[in-house]
């Protein structure tokens, strides 16, 4: 990270210029930085309550916008699998967030 006063190549900002680069620079690569990511509290305490796995999921495709089947593919799980943990997660976070099972 650059300190006051230093400059950055021209090399690193064209880099950032280009929004999947600044993406990957932007947003962090790991699922437990999830609730973070939320900002807003009940949002925020909420994912910390979700499973591993369900971080996981509701990361790679709400932030990294992977399909189900390309999760599915990663994690070596089924669609229908990664579609369960993916709709627990949301059912879990609306619970928690509105005190209702559904919308």
Known sequence: ???EGDTYRQKDLMRLSRQEDLDEYI????PEDLPQLAGDYPVCEALKELTPIQRKVLWANVVRGYSTADIAEALGYSVRNVTKHRQKALEKVRLLVTG????
């Open 27 to 30: 947003f962090s690569k790991d």
């Open 1 to 3: 990270m650059a300190e």
């Open 100 to 103: 209702h099972k559904s919308l």
